[in-house]
């Protein structure tokens, strides 16, 4: 049976093109998780008409707001309103356990602690390790998006016999590689066509590596201004909100 993942929001952190913040919502016929939970998705997803409580797993790539600031909004809707019982799982990088106390006090004090109707499980996964979540393997990999031991990482996901990576925001490194290499669907970031900048990648950088990370199916995401604009993307399967991918 084929995977399908939707892009609950494919957006940078400053809303480039009216988009949503960073999340991906992958279902199959035993997995159901979203991979990154910005700040914005609880709303994109009721837009969507996801049943959040059916997710079972959160995939945090790093701890940005535009990538993981959802998650006070995603946990305190589940506790209040939608009445959640099923337990959840986050995978994250390392530290996810002080992160989550951070901005869940952050958002709403007194949040981090309060008591729920369903259990909560927090799986720290380092550069270089994996975890496995029922039937779902996430590989870690290093991505470089600012300082040394962000962390930040990259992930490829396995479930059902099928494979989804995911470059994070990252500029090149060749861990992308392993990640990547053929992989029925790798999501890549591609902020600008060809300008430069530190802690995010090109399109000429993804061109340029192509034959190394030799994916099945190519997804631009998290375009800037530039990137919607310009007359290459039409060339590029391109990310768009609340898009579906079907990987057969």
Same mark, same amino acid.
């Given at each position: 049976m084929a995977l399908s993942l939707q892009f609950v929001g494919c957006g940078d952190a400053f809303g480039s093109g009216g988009r949503f913040n960073t999340c991906f919502h992958l279902t199959g016929e035993r997995t159901n998780l979203l991979i990154d939970c910005g700040a914005s998705s609880l709303v994109a997803m009721k837009k969507l008409g996801i049943d959040r409580n059916a997710i079972g797993l959160i995939v945090v790539t790093h701890f940005h707001a535009d990538h993981f600031g959802g998650i006070p909004f995603f946990m305190l809707d589940a506790q209040f309103f939608s009445k959640r019982r099923e337990p959840l799982t986050i995978v994250g990088p390392v530290g996810?356990?002080?992160?989550?106390? !951070?901005?869940?006090?952050? *958002? =709403?004090?007194?949040?981090?602690? *309060? *008591? !729920?109707? =369903?259990?909560?499980?927090?799986?720290?996964v380092a550069a270089g390790a994996s975890a496995e979540v029922a039937e779902v393997t996430v590989h870690a990999f290093q991505a470089l998006h600012g300082p040394p031991g962000g962390p930040y990482l990259a992930v490829r996901i396995e479930a059902e016999g099928r494979s989804v990576a995911y470059t994070g925001d990252t500029e090149w490194t060749p861990d992308l590689i392993p990640a990547a290499r053929d992989a029925d669907l790798f999501i890549a970031e591609a902020y =600008? !066509?060809?300008r430069p900048v530190a802690t995010h990648l090109s399109l000429n950088t993804v061109e340029a590596h192509l034959d190394e990370l030799r994916p099945r199916l190519l997804v631009l995401t998290h375009m800037s201004d530039d990137m919607l604009g310009h007359p290459d993307r039409a060339s590029y399967e391109t990310a768009e909100d609340g898009k579906v991918i079907v990987i057969a």
């Open positions: 996810l356990e002080d992160w989550y106390e !951070r901005v869940m006090e952050t *958002a =709403f004090p007194g949040s981090a602690h *309060a *008591a !729920r109707k =369903f259990d909560l499980h927090l799986v720290e =600008f !066509r060809d």
